[in-house]
């Protein structure tokens, strides 16, 4: 399978603790999407990178919350010190992008990651 | 502040039947218009792009309306694997993308 990839696809974790997801694009995709969706709503955009800079940043996006993609390929979503309000499925996204900032170009969602904060 | 609002349904339509959802967006500037499909604890995945000038996919139309800001799509003899979550996206070229609450579709037999 070639699309994008998530692990784990389910974490339950007690208030307080600290949590790392990691999201595995298609390969050469250059763009890398954030999303978080709770239930009857949309996802809600929180970062993405081109390559390896992160070069947006959701106003959801808190300082307990933190993304990295190293080396321009899989990326990293770490939450600190979880709250019950992060429950949620995270969902990653990448596309291939030639440049310029308006995401026209289609993005490719994982399957997600569902977080459940106790 | 940007919104792109959408009749959550649901809308329960028998097979074969002629169904037509609407989304409006808050944001003029906003430069691309996409239609998504998200299955019951699945990841959205891309339906179909929403242009100026409309266009059509087999049983799927979708139409833009910049003077009136509002995207809609038309689904024609609708199946029972129509039944899902349509999600209207709208891209503002910047903070990736933003997408509606919904409009959930029941087809039924």
């Known amino acids: 399978d070639t699309g994008v990839s998530q692990d784990p696809r389910h974490k339950i974790t007690k208030r307080g603790q600290n949590v790392t997801f990691r999201c595995d694009p298609i390969?050469?995709?250059?763009?890398l999407y954030w999303y978080r969706q709770t239930l009857g709503q949309g996802p809600e955009f929180l970062t993405y990178f081109q390559n390896e800079a992160q070069l947006e940043k959701s106003r959801l996006l808190s300082d307990r919350f933190s993304a990295e993609r190293p080396k321009g390929s899989f990326s990293t979503l770490e939450i600190q010190r979880t709250e019950q309000g992060d429950s949620a499925m995270y969902l990653c996204?990448?596309?291939?992008?030639?440049?310029?900032?308006?995401?026209?170009?289609?993005?490719?969602f994982g399957p997600g990651t569902r977080l459940t904060v106790l | 502040r940007k919104e792109v609002e959408q009749d959550p349904g649901p809308f329960n339509v028998p097979e074969g039947a002629t169904v037509a959802f609407n989304c409006t967006y808050s944001?003029?500037?906003?430069?691309?218009f996409f239609w998504y499909r998200q299955d019951c604890r699945k990841e959205p995945k891309l339906l179909m792009s929403v242009y100026s000038s409309g266009n059509e996919d087999g049983r799927f139309t979708a139409q833009l309306n910049r003077a009136s800001q509002y995207i809609s799509l038309l689904i024609r003899d609708s199946k029972l694997s129509d039944s899902a979550t349509y999600l209207c996206v709208v891209s503002e070229g910047a903070d990736g993308l933003t997408f509606g609450k919904g409009t959930h579709l029941i087809i039924q037999p």
């Open positions: 996204a990448s596309s291939l992008t030639p440049g310029g900032a308006v995401h026209t170009d289609t993005q490719y």
């Open positions: 390969s050469e995709h250059n763009r």
């Open positions: 944001n003029s500037a906003s430069q691309s």
